[in-house]
Nanobody
């Protein structure tokens, strides 16, 4: 099993950057597919980006070219670098670890993009 703790959320102006981190505790972090999801008020949770154990990366169309996901297996941490932020990126961002039928979620971190 793995426990996840997100950090790095906050208030940022449109066009600004923000980096989220997700620290994992437990065993075998490197075997998990790690993902960042977000949920805005009144909307369903959606996948933002994911990175597989072998390094394969996927992005939602809405963040391609602006966000970058990465992982450091030595630090048991996955990152989400967010650039050129837009008001519509405002949401609670959740970290997820997935392997076969197992899935674990963090508690979420709020990102607010506003002037």
């Amino acid at each position: 099993q793995v426990q996840l703790v997100e950090s790095g959320g906050g208030l940022v102006q449109p066009g600004g950057p923000l980096r989220l981190s997700c620290a994992a505790s437990g065993n075998s972090f490197s075997v998990y597919t790690m993902g960042w999801y977000r949920q805005a008020p009144g909307k369903q949770r959606e996948l933002v980006a994911s990175i597989g154990s072998g390094g394969v990366i996927n992005y939602a169309d809405s963040v391609k070219g602006r966000f970058a996901i990465s992982r450091d297996n030595a630090k048991n941490t996955v990152y989400l670098q967010m650039n050129s932020l837009k008001p519509e990126d405002t949401a609670v961002y959740y970290c997820n670890a997935k392997r076969m039928f197992y899935s674990s979620w963090g508690q979420g971190t709020q990102v607010t993009v506003s002037s």
